[in-house]
């Protein structure tokens, strides 16, 4: 809504169509959280990171936390994918490579213990 407001928009003009739109079930924070973690687990985002996007857009904990759990993701195969598709099925050639491989996890949001599987699983 803030972009609305920034174009110019009276605050209370776009307070009064927010309420009405969520009121007719078109806009809704549960649904917009369901979607984007969808949408960026696909991209290979891991649950660490979603968690601090949809934080920094003003979602609440409890829904994160409820619509990570609702959108049945194995993230652990998640994470696999992920590692797969970026560096291949070669085993990381010295302590450097795997020392850049799990950054590169740790950037997408894994966390600690699914980087250690993988890599583990890959070494």
Same mark, same amino acid.
């Given at each position: 809504?803030?972009?609305?407001?920034?174009r110019?928009?009276? +605050? &209370?003009?776009? $307070?009064?169509?927010? #309420?009405r739109l969520?009121?007719?079930g078109?806009?809704?924070e549960? %649904? !917009?959280?369901?979607?984007?973690?969808?949408?960026?687990?696909?991209?290979?985002?891991?649950?660490?990171?979603?968690?601090?996007?949809?934080?920094?857009r003003g979602?609440?904990?409890?829904?994160?936390? +409820? &619509?990570?759990? $609702?959108?049945?993701i #194995?993230?652990?195969?998640q994470?696999e994918?992920?590692y797969?598709r %970026? !560096?291949g099925d070669?085993?990381?050639?010295d302590?450097?490579?795997?020392?850049?491989?799990?950054?590169?996890?740790?950037?997408?949001?894994?966390?600690?213990?699914?980087?250690?599987?993988?890599?583990?699983q890959n070494?």
């Amino acid at each position: 809504m803030w972009k609305l407001e920034g174009r110019g928009l009276p +605050a &209370s003009v776009v $307070a009064s169509v927010s #309420d009405r739109l969520e009121a007719e079930g078109l806009l809704s924070e549960a %649904r !917009f959280t369901g979607v984007y973690i969808r949408s960026r687990a696909e991209r290979g985002y891991g649950p660490q990171r979603l968690r601090a996007e949809l934080r920094e857009r003003g979602i609440e904990d409890s829904l994160i936390e +409820a &619509s990570l759990a $609702a959108a049945e993701i #194995d993230w652990q195969m998640q994470a696999e994918r992920y590692y797969r598709r %970026r !560096f291949g099925d070669d085993p990381p050639k010295d302590w450097k490579d795997e020392a850049k491989r799990c950054r590169s996890m740790e950037q997408h949001g894994y966390t600690p213990d699914q980087i250690r599987r993988v890599i583990k699983q890959n070494s």
